[in-house]
């Protein structure tokens, strides 16, 4: 079961980046995990897509529509998306083949504030669900006051953040079997 990663934000030392590298470690059998690189996606313009989709909107439309299963882990910007997921998401609906059809996807989100970026994450459903995007309901993970769960080296040290997201992992693997099975017409 390959799955692909979404980070939302594009910072170096980005901690959304450091939880989804640590989901390595904690996948179930089975599943593999390839983090995508969004930084070189231009900012969507009409104009692009009539000229011709460039190069890394192809490769990256390509790359959702390969993999079983998204796994998003994303920030909250002033309670919603950042420009850098939501990017991703409107080259990725372009018709025709939207990529996000039928694919089944994960979220978590850190955030430095409390909350752990509830707002971001339905926001984020909220707006895959008009694609056909089949997200996973539950478990919620929402990594709160984020600066004090890593090292100094980014490894992501909170044992309970760790079970947290292998539970969402496991979860996730059910849930793309599921919706495989669903799409086959098995019962
Ligand atoms: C433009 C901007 C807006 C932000 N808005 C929120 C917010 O609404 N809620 C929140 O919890 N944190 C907010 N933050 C703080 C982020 O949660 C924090 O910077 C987080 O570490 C970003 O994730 P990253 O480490 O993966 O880059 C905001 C940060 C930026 C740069």
Redesign the pocket.
Known sequence: MNILGICG?L?QA????AALRACHDLMPEGMTLRIASIGDLPMYNDDLRIDGLPEPVVRIRSEITAADGLLIAT?????SLPPALKNVIDWASLPPRQALQDKPVAIFS????P?G?A?VQYDLRRILTPLWAYTLPRPEVFIGS?DTKFDARGHLTDETTRRFLAELLHGFRDWVLRMQRSQSGAP
Do not use: H, I, K
Not at 75 to 79: A, I, Q, S
């Open positions: 934000s910072r980005s901690y959304n980046m920030p909250e910007y002033n309670f850190c955030a430095s504030g909350l970026g707002r984020v």
